[in-house]
């Protein structure tokens, strides 16, 4: 107990020595910047893009940003340092902090006005009926579920290849994830595994449209023709821009579900999304985001007077407040001109990767997909060296994502072995994720490829499965 307690004791203490260490590299760093500005306004050269983006907020003059600058000036150091290429670097410019400041100086910092703009312009984009901004996908799949009246005794149809939050939630709300593998070219659901996973029980089917390319809704659709009370909420955390066979998320089922989190195409740090068709469901949806009120605190003072409101169904708390909401207009209005410049760095990989003994994600005929990531796949024997050598070379990189029903929690609860959904074990056991992000430049592209390259001596002897 007592040998505990002084293990907590040290961490605590090491973890006060980091920060201190951290903050006084920001201090350093900030001085740094400060120089940089000057050499700016003094119309020196201020040497890579990093340091320039740097100086643009140094140049802002106010001791507010100084913590931010610190912090960022100390990441570049640690990107300079090991010269490395990050996994991701987001690219909201630092002008976007105007349209945060305009809320702040509002009245309103909750979900308001700012939402509204934002939700009427996911309608247009998606041609969807409505939008419903949330604090996340996860609870606005949450919020979705419980719209559904989906609870203890249901079962929703997940595929065992995506993010754990897309069985997650049905745990969450009691319901029972039922896993289907899925199809080894494209690493999506198909409608057939989901049509044969159908019970009496089966409340709602989630696709995933992983990595960006959407999963066949119209054909899952016309499967479930037959069952009216069986919803389709479509996973499109990786499908911002996506589309197939000419139809968007939202358009062909109950609802479609994004997220806004930190990495994603679109993206204010935390967020998500809900779109949907059906009016009948819509009054439902913006309930179950509010604690299954009537009426939002924006709305209730709507007239000029005081509107009082009920609990009308049991929901969760998954609003976005507009402090968020009010990075996401100019990335809606802008992420389908954007969309082309990351197709162009995918397809680069794809062309250089072509003769290399990997496994790609499949793209399908009809599908256009929204490159939210760019997967790779090394014999499983010697992924992990994989990750190592491209660590080694500078190039981070993740694993997206291990075969959901093989983590702790679900072969702890329900007892899943590897070869129950083989496809999606085998391909979460060899995949890698590369970087692949607007700020990525064409250098950094090459040497991501010389050293995914340089990979191949690790292959000799391994086993490389058929696409
Ligand atoms: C496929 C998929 N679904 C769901 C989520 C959950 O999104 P959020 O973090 O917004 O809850 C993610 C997040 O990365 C994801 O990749």
């Known amino acids: 107990m007592r040998h505990k307690k002084n293990l907590i004791i040290l961490a605590l203490g090491a973890a006060a020595v980091f920060a201190a260490d951290f903050a006084a590299e920001g201090d350093r760093w900030w001085a740094h910047i400060q120089s940089l500005a000057d050499d700016k306004l003094q119309g020196r050269d201020t040497g890579s893009e990093g340091y320039r983006e740097a100086v643009k907020i140094c140049c802002r003059d106010d001791g507010g940003v100084r913590t931010q600058a610190g912090t960022f000036g100390a990441t570049l150091k640690m990107d300079s340092m090991s010269d490395s290429i990050a996994f991701y670097r987001h690219a909201l410019p630092v002008e976007s902090a105007a349209a945060v400041e305009a809320v702040i100086a509002s009245p309103f910092l909750t979900s308001g006005a700012v939402c509204k703009t934002v939700e009427k312009l996911l309608c247009e984009f998606f041609g969807t009926a409505h939008a419903f901004l949330t604090s996340s996908w996860t609870h606005g799949a949450v919020a979705a579920l419980l719209a559904l009246d989906i609870g203890a ?85 990786h499908a911002f821009e996506s589309s197939r ?22 993206t204010c740090g935390e967020g998500g999304a809900i779109v949907t068709n059906r009016t009948d469901l819509a009054p439902r949806f913006h309930s179950t985001r509010l604690h299954g009120m009537s009426t939002s605190a924006a709305d209730r003072f709507s007239g000029g007077r005081y509107n009082h409101w009920d609990m009308v169904c049991l929901g969760t708390k ?150």
């Not at 899925?182 to 992983?210: E, I, K, S």
């Not at 197709?343 to 003769?355: C, G, L, P, T, W």
């Open 245 to 266: 066979d000419g139809y968007l998320p939202g358009q062909h089922s109950d609802a479609a579900i994004f997220s806004f989190y930190a990495t994603k195409n679109v």
């Open 153 to 237: 005794g249901d079962e929703v149809i997940v595929p065992a290849q995506t993010f754990i939050a897309t069985a997650n939630v049905v745990e969450l709300i009691g319901a029972k994830p039922v896993f289907v593998d899925v199809d080894p070219h494209t690493l999506l659901m198909d409608p057939a595994a989901a049509a044969a996973a159908l019970t009496p029980r089966t409340r709602a089917v989630m696709p995933v449209h992983l990595y960006g390319q959407m999963c066949d809704v119209a054909g899952l659709r016309r499967v479930l023709a037959g069952h009216p009370d069986i919803a389709i909420i479509e996973d499109a955390a």
């Open 318 to 467: 998954a609003n976005l407040p507009d402090l968020l909401a009010a990075l996401l207009p100019d990335q809606v209005r802008t992420i389908r001109d954007r969309l082309p410049a990351r197709q162009k760095m995918a397809d680069r990989y794809r062309e250089a990767f072509a003769e290399l003994p990997l496994r790609l994600a499949k793209v399908l005929p009809g599908c256009s997909t929204a490159e939210h990531l760019f997967p790779i796949h090394v014999p499983p024997a010697v992924r992990d060296d994989a990750i190592w050598q491209l660590n080694t070379a500078g190039v981070n990189v993740t694993v997206n994502y291990r075969s959901v029903p093989d983590t702790q929690y679900y072969r702890g609860k329900y007892g899943f072995r590897p070869e129950q959904f083989p496809v999606s074990y085998h391909w979460g056991q060899g995949e890698i994720t590369l970087p692949l992000y607007e700020l990525l430049r064409q250098d950094q592209q090459d040497r991501v490829i010389e050293a995914v390259r340089g990979l191949s001596s690790l292959f000799a002897g391994s086993r490389i499965p058929a696409s």
